[in-house]
């Protein structure tokens, strides 16, 4: 199972110098786990660059992954990530629910570069 980043779905999106390595989890459809909290993110970011058009097309392919909405038992388990690794709120849900699957994480993020269960790729520019 795999969780992508916000930054590794930002990074595939705009064909990045990391987007290759990104796009062996994310096309695989089958074995792909979205946090909820990433299409907030993702969505956000896209509509603050780009249009809102873009960033639709840009979650319907997110969402052909498994979406997992964040509940009180993951919520719970994201604090105590949060405060035992010392992560930023989104940060922690991404990594609660990567462990809650035990996922593997791909991300750019430099927050997750130490953890267990992290495929990390130091961010690049084109």
């Known amino acids: 199972m795999n969780v992508v980043d916000s930054s590794a779905w930002l990074s595939y999106f705009s064909g ?19 946090p909820s909290i990433t299409i907030t993110e993702v969505f956000k970011y896209i509509l603050r660059q780009r249009d809102e058009d873009m960033a639709l097309q840009a979650i319907a392919h997110m969402e052909q992954g498994n979406v997992i909405s964040l ?7 994201a604090a105590k990530y949060g405060i035992n690794h010392k992560l930023p709120l989104a940060d922690s849900i991404i990594y609660a629910t990567g462990r809650k699957f035990n996922a593997l994480i791909w991300t750019q993020d430099i927050d997750f570069k130490a953890l267990v269960g992290v495929k990390y790729y130091a961010k690049t520019t084109i």
């Open 16 to 34: 990045d110098a990391n987007a290759t390595a990104f796009s062996i989890p994310i096309e695989n459809i089958e074995e792909l786990i979205v």
């Open 71 to 77: 509940d009180s038992s993951l919520a719970i388990n």
